[in-house]
């Protein structure tokens, strides 16, 4: 069965630093997605990707997070300056039209 | 009123039994409601989902139930076994899930025990 891929599984980041995390989402969809979970809470949108633009986005992405998707297979979040509140794991999510979302075993950042 | 609530949770039940996670919306746009298991270390995996038109769905040992009325969905899992041990999430989304965002519970973390 295709499956979402995340890498790295472990991000380790000095505070104020720039991280990229990275997805390959299953191939044929077309909705792309990151959510991040704290220790130990629950899941949380951050946004919503679709035809090239997000399409939605939370209150949690702020002006310091971007996404991107750079190629055909590749899907990016990117955290400018680190914050210390911004240690969680990551998930990234695809669906198709009409299909549920597919998660990966996400990245845990863990910012120092 | 993006909020989903969930209880209980935690939920501790013998082999065999039934373990029943409740949840409740209030965004009457809401259309969609899955419900996702997480192992420890890996990303929620879709366990079952069912959309307004429709009471109750059930796959195997798993049923939601849905009360639209009230605005609350339940899983039930039927026959309960240890590697059933997992924390639960509900989750509801608009537009049928057509590239929506999900709104999670918080989470059950479910005990089966031997």
């Known amino acids: 069965e295709p499956e979402v891929t995340q890498t790295p599984s472990h991000q380790v980041t000095q505070m104020g630093q720039e991280v990229i995390l990275r997805c390959v989402p299953i191939s044929n969809h077309l909705y792309f997605y990151w959510y991040r979970q704290i220790l130990g809470q629950k899941v949380e949108f951050l946004v919503s990707?679709?035809?090239?633009?997000?399409?939605?986005k939370s209150e949690i992405f702020d002006d310091q997070f971007s996404v991107e998707r750079p190629d055909g297979s590749n899907f990016t979040l990117k955290i400018r300056s680190t914050k210390l509140e911004d240690s969680a794991m990551y998930f990234c999510?695809?669906?198709?039209?009409?299909?549920?979302?597919?998660f990966g075993d996400g990245t845990r950042l863990s910012i120092l | 009123q993006q909020q989903v609530k969930q209880s209980p949770q935690s939920l501790i039940v013998q082999k065999g039994g039934i373990s029943i996670i409740n949840c409740a919306y209030e965004?009457?746009?809401?259309?969609?409601f899955p419900w996702y298991q997480q192992f420890p270390g890996k990303g929620p995996a879709l366990l079952i989902a069912i959309r307004p038109d429709v009471s109750e769905k059930k796959e195997g040992r798993f049923t939601i139930s849905f009360n639209k009325s009230a605005k609350q969905f339940s899983l039930h899992i039927m026959d309960s076994q240890p590697g059933d041990s997992a924390t639960y999430f509900c989750?509801?989304?608009?537009?049928?899930?057509?590239?929506?965002?999900?709104?999670f519970g918080p989470g059950t973390r479910l005990s089966v025990l031997p």
């Open positions: 965004n009457t746009a809401f259309d969609y």
């Open positions: 989750a509801a989304s608009g537009r049928q899930g057509y590239g929506q965002n999900f709104v």
């Open positions: 990707f679709y035809n090239n633009e997000i399409s939605e």
């Open positions: 999510a695809s669906s198709g039209g009409g299909q549920p979302q597919h």
